[in-house]
């Protein structure tokens, strides 16, 4: 199930190292949630300099000294490219209606004129907050179309994720990323525009380049096809869980020749445009109509503005604090110090204060999506405790390293 040393659980580094500069540390890796849906071993993590510097810290040093004047006008070139005069729609943009799907929209839209068909996976289970969200990005001005799966199959397919990877995202995050070429070529689309800012995030930068073709991002070869694992389960066994093949259909990716003869293109937005989730935030309150977290903060974290539409988004969060001994707050944290938001001593005091606290307000009702009772979920949880990073003291949970300590 798992790769396995003596110490360390999926393959992390025995040796826990944080980066001088941000919080971020070496133990954050990316979990199978794109292409390689294989098992949940590390792939690409975050990288550290000589000097003990993460490399998407220096990302932001080189980032710096970009000349956006010169990226915005190659922004505009591709567009122009894209852009069609009969009415269709011209570029497809992904997004779940939250802070960075409004400010993607609204800017290719309004600013730049595009008529964007925007896409949605519909999340495993709506928070008010999420939908009423929603409801206000499509309200100004854009036509969506809102792939819902079938629960029965998503949620089977959600709780193997949970059980076998500690990943409860893992479905969801393989539908939506699926779906996006899918719906394109339905529509004649050519270019599909997302904000995904991994090199900005601690992915690393030795794999994680700032430009992936559409090719290497979406499309799997053809005969590689009957050769992948969901939710740790390979394809050809997940019939004995009552998922047959069709029931996969929306899951599955492309074929690398499908997209190649299409000429599909995607591009990522802040490789093009300067911006941050914080401006993107009082930008969509501002222009759209934003709400933030009524809670006045989401779990596992200070700040109010990020995912917030799905009722297992902090279970998610925390599964990664689980496997990787860094949360939410360690993420936001980073971002915010390389955006010079907060200083290094705030953005430490703050994962103390806030990384790791297990979700409570949707608990029951992520329990009951589970199919978990409460000492099940925990013993699950459990199991994925790298002894590296957890011990056991009084019977309580403890990390060994922290970036506090
Ligand atoms: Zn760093």
Redesign the pocket.
């Known amino acids: 199930m798992l790769k396995n040393s003596k110490n360390s659980l999926f393959g992390l580094p025995e040796e826990v190292k944080f980066?001088?500069?941000?919080?971020?540390s070496n133990q954050r890796f990316m979990g199978s949630a794109q292409l390689n849906i294989k098992k949940d071993d590390t792939k690409e993590g975050?990288d550290?300099d000589d000097e003990g510097?993460?490399?998407?810290?220096?990302y932001f040093e080189k980032k710096e000294k970009f000349n956006w004047n010169d990226r915005e006008k190659e922004l505009k070139d591709i567009l122009n490219k894209h852009r069609k005069s009969d009415g269709s729609y011209d570029i497809l943009l992904p997004g779940s209606g939250g802070k960075d799907s409004q400010f993607l929209s609204y800017i290719l839209k309004y600013k730049y004129k595009m008529n964007p068909l925007t896409i949605t996976w519909a999340p495993n289970m709506y928070t008010d907050i999420g939908y009423k969200n929603f409801n206000t990005w499509i309200s100004n001005g854009f036509d969506n179309i809102l792939f819902t799966p079938n629960t029965k199959v998503h949620k089977k397919l959600t709780q193997l994720a949970f059980k076998n990877l500690l990943h409860p995202f893992q479905p969801f995050t393989i539908g939506q990323y699926n779906l996006a070429p899918k719906i394109a070529l339905q529509y004649g689309i050519k270019l599909i525009v997302t904000g995904d800012a991994y090199v900005e995030k601690?992915v690393g930068g030795k794999i994680h380049k700032e430009k992936k073709t559409s090719s290497e991002l979406y499309s799997i070869e053809k005969n590689k096809q009957t050769d992948i694992y969901f939710g740790g389960v390979h394809i050809s066994e997940l019939d004995k869980y009552g998922i047959s093949k069709r029931d996969l259909n929306q899951y599955l990716p492309i074929t690398k020749e499908k997209i190649e003869e299409s000429g599909l293109e995607r591009i990522n937005l802040p490789h093009y445009i300067n911006y941050n989730p914080q401006n993107n935030y009082y930008f969509c309150v501002e222009k759209m109509g934003f709400k933030p977290n009524p809670d006045g903060r989401s779990e596992g974290t200070y700040t109010k503005y990020s995912s917030l539409d799905d009722k297992i988004d902090c279970l998610h969060h925390y599964t990664w604090f689980i496997k990787t001994g860094r949360g939410r707050a360690t993420d936001d944290a980073?971002i915010e110090?390389?955006n010079k938001i907060i200083t290094r001593d705030e953005g430490v005091a703050l994962v103390k204060k806030f990384d790791g606290e297990k979700p409570k307000k949707y608990l029951r009702d992520i329990l009951n999506y589970l199919s978990l009772n409460e000492t099940e979920f925990e013993e699950i949880i459990d199991k994925f405790r790298s002894p590296h990073l957890w011990e056991k003291i009084k019977g309580k949970w403890h990390l060994k390293h922290a970036v506090w300590k």
Request: charged share 20%.
């Open positions: 980066c001088k500069n941000c919080v971020e975050v550290f510097v993460c490399l998407s810290c220096r601690g980073a110090i390389r």
